[in-house]
């Protein structure tokens, strides 16, 4: 089974600086990745999506990522954070043969003033 | 609306009650999923719908819990004598299409508390 590993279950940054998200996921089969983002009470909301066309995917806030089949990893950058984009962030990857999303544990974004 | 809606948003059952939690997907919405958040956990899949058909439900925790769609739309999640372990948020997502590229909608959960 496929699996995803997000590092650092809490990352603080301060208003303008870079916000860094880190994904890795296991998969002998490129797999399709997703970053969604999690507002207190809310459901998610897809943030952007992998699915094997073009490396660099950009989303919807600002955000982007990049898609590095040597490092397996997907990371979520932002060049500058808003107090607005505090939330929690999840990755996940859609499993081969499944239509199911398998999610990371979460990374929660604090953004200092 | 123009969301996924669930209901209620919050429940509060006594060790061994049943409960129904309820999802109305985007309307004509095809692929139907329910989650389970835990507490300070990513969502965990528990089952999957395409029209009224759950081809998925390799996810569920036990026989307890029971999951149906019976027209293609509305689906009821049922949890039958619930334990302290099922306290979660239950998620529930639709995507317009069964492709696994296609994005899911979710909505805002339920919050099922077991005391």
């Known amino acids: 089974a496929q699996s995803v590993t997000q590092l650092g279950s809490h990352v603080s940054v301060s208003e303008g600086a870079l916000v860094l998200l880190r994904c890795n996921y296991s998969?002998?089969?490129?797999?399709?990745l997703f970053w969604y983002v999690q507002y207190p009470n809310q459901g998610l909301q897809l943030l952007l999506k992998?699915?094997?066309?073009?490396?660099l995917v950009k989303g919807i806030n600002g955000f982007e990522a990049e898609f590095k089949k040597s490092e397996t990893s997907f990371h979520l950058t932002k060049p500058s954070a808003h107090m607005s984009d505090a939330a929690e962030y999840f990755c996940?990857?859609?499993?081969?043969?499944?239509?199911?999303?398998?999610f990371g544990s979460g990374t929660r974004l604090q953004v200092q003033p | 609306g123009a969301g996924v809606s669930q209901s209620p948003r919050y429940k509060v059952a006594k060790r061994g009650q049943d409960v129904a939690l309820r999802c109305d997907p985007i309307?004509?919405?095809?692929?139907l999923f329910w989650y389970q958040q835990a507490l300070g956990q990513g969502p965990e899949f528990l089952t999957y719908?395409?029209?009224?058909?759950?081809?998925?439900k390799s996810g569920l925790p036990s026989d307890r819990f029971f999951a149906e769609r019976p027209e293609g739309s509305v689906s009821t999640l049922k949890i039958q004598r619930t334990q302290q372990e099922d306290s979660a948020v239950y998620l529930c997502?639709?995507?317009?299409?069964?492709?696994?590229?296609?994005?899911?909608?979710f909505g805002q959960g339920t919050r099922l508390t077991v005391v």
């Open positions: 996940a990857v859609s499993e081969t043969g499944r239509r199911a999303l398998t």
């Open positions: 992998y699915t094997s066309a073009a490396t």
């Open positions: 998969s002998s089969v490129p797999p399709y």
């Open positions: 997502a639709s995507s317009l299409a069964g492709r696994r590229d296609t994005e899911a909608f």
């Open positions: 309307s004509g919405h095809v692929s």
């Open positions: 719908f395409q029209n009224e058909a759950q081809l998925d």
